[in-house]
Nanobody, 114 residues
Framework: EAQLVESGGGLVQPGGSLRLSCAASGFSFSTYSMTWVRQAPGKGLEWVSSISSESSVSNYADSMKGRFTISRDNAKNRLYLHMNSLRPDDTAVYYC???????WGKGTLVTVSS
């Protein structure tokens, strides 16, 4: 059974940094592109970033460019999202997902507040 488990969320002050992790199991992680998606309170899902299977290609939503970095470690079946210069409007539940959308984690909450 495929499983994605996010961790690393929490409360951070504006301008701060966090690193989210996603542990994958139950499918061939290294052969698939992966994605981070977020959902702010009271809003819909927003695509954040995606990365190809061998990390050769990564893409970001415009508002995250230059602040967020997606990476992966295929040997550890791990996906990461490094977030810098966090802003209050980055407050959301962050989900990692198989690029097909077939598998999703349960999410980790990031709150940016002073």
């Amino acid at each position: 059974e495929a499983q994605l488990v996010e961790s690393g969320g929490g409360l951070v002050q504006p301008g701060g940094s966090l690193r989210l992790s996603c542990a994958a199991s139950g499918f061939s992680f290294s052969t698939y592109s992966m994605t981070w998606v977020r959902q702010a309170p009271g809003k819909g899902l927003e695509w954040v970033s995606s990365i190809s299977s061998e990390s050769s290609v990564s893409n970001y939503a415009d508002s995250m460019k230059g602040r967020f970095t997606i990476s992966r470690d295929n040997a550890k079946n791990r996906l990461y999202l490094h977030m810098n210069s966090l802003r209050p409007d980055d407050t959301a539940v962050y989900y990692c997902a198989h690029a097909s959308g077939e598998y999703w984690g349960k999410g980790t909450l990031v709150t940016v507040s002073s």
